[in-house]
């Protein structure tokens, strides 16, 4: 199961990256996917740019597809319910990031 982990985070970790720079590679060449027209950054309404950014397009679709797969990966180390463990792990990793990235 790890193994299929690792690939996934892979995966959608690389289609992030081509998501920004390799546009023309990307898997779905429509606005959703690539944040383009009503979808571009700049035009999403507050819950799009906060408690649903994770599927306000493409690049954050794949995002929270790593990041759970990462939660679910590290979960597997202990011996408690994975299911609540992956859920306090995201949210974990959810405040530290915005303490980070708003200071």
Known sequence: MLIILILIIAIFNSQMDVI???????????????????????????????PLSFISDGWHVCKF???????YALSMFTNYNPFLEVII?????????EIFYNI
């Open 89 to 97: 792990i995201y949210i974990l990793i959810g405040v530290i990031f």
């Open 20 to 50: 920004r720079f390799k546009t023309n590679k990307a898997w779905f060449q429509n606005d959703f996917w690539l944040a383009k027209n009503k979808y571009d950054e700049s035009k999403r309404s507050w819950i799009m740019m906060n």
């Open 65 to 71: 597809i790593v990041r759970l797969a990462e939660c």
